[in-house]
């Protein structure tokens, strides 16, 4: 039943390594985003989807790359880990629709790099 | 530009009395305003929104919000709290005149910690 789901819950990893965090949703939105929150708990928009387009691309590091293989997931690939990469990363998905629709969260991926 | 500001980085409270976490807001432009709820280890959860209308919105679990144009605030409200509702709040913003597609701006979060 779960509506917006994260894989792994927890992923540590070595500075250098590339690593991928997964986010499926099965509400069948059509926009789907990632964010990120850092050590300090502020929250800030990564990227956000739209039938598997690219929508939002905010000022992220080329060594993040999201992909869309279908409308229900938007994976995260992240190359050469860095020490700041260090943070919660959560996915959430959004109906298409006229106005405003509310955005639902995923359980959030906490990555560390040591 | 959008940003959201929360006053208090930490709220401390004893069980069963009211609280009131401030959010405030700066835009050129109209806003929806929400506020998220975030449990210890877990993902987001939406508390209320202010889309229009009546500027007092009530949300889920006792909470309810007053938007206010003038003072660009949206504070949050709890007449009487609980230990469950120990949590951190998030104050959001949404661009109410684009796609919906928009982003959401978040604030730096308030810590709620009700003491029995």
């Known amino acids: 039943d779960t509506a917006v789901s994260q894989t792994p819950k927890y992923l540590v990893t070595q500075m250098g390594n590339d690593k991928s965090i997964k986010c499926e949703q099965n509400l069948g939105h059509d926009t789907m985003y990632w964010y990120k929150q850092d050590s300090k708990k502020f929250l800030k928009i990564m990227f956000s989807y739209n039938n598997k387009e690219l929508i939002i691309n905010e000022t992220v590091p080329n060594r993040f790359s999201p992909k869309s293989p279908d409308k229900a997931h938007l994976n995260l690939h992240i190359n050469s880990l860095e020490l700041g990469d260090s943070a919660v990363y959560f996915c959430?998905?959004?109906?298409?629709?006229?106005?405003?629709?509310?955005?639902?969260f995923g359980p959030g991926t906490r990555l560390t790099v040591l | 530009a959008q940003s959201v500001t929360q006053l208090d980085s930490q709220v401390p409270v004893f069980e069963e009395a009211p609280v009131e976490l401030r959010c405030n807001y700066s835009s050129s432009v109209s806003v929806y305003l929400f506020w998220y709820v975030q449990y210890p280890n877990q993902g987001l959860q939406l508390l209320l929104k202010y889309l229009s209308g009546s500027t007092l919105v009530k949300g889920i679990n006792g909470f309810e919000a007053e938007f206010n144009k003038s003072q660009t605030s949206f504070h949050l409200r709890k007449p009487s709290v609980h230990i469950s509702d120990t949590a951190e709040y998030f104050c959001?913003?949404?661009?109410?005149?684009?796609?919906?597609?928009?982003?959401?701006?978040f604030g730096q979060g308030t810590i709620l910690t009700v003491h029995p």
């Open positions: 959001a913003t949404l661009y109410a005149g684009g796609t919906s597609y928009g982003k959401l701006t």
């Open positions: 959430a998905s959004a109906p298409t629709g006229s106005t405003y629709n509310e955005q639902f």
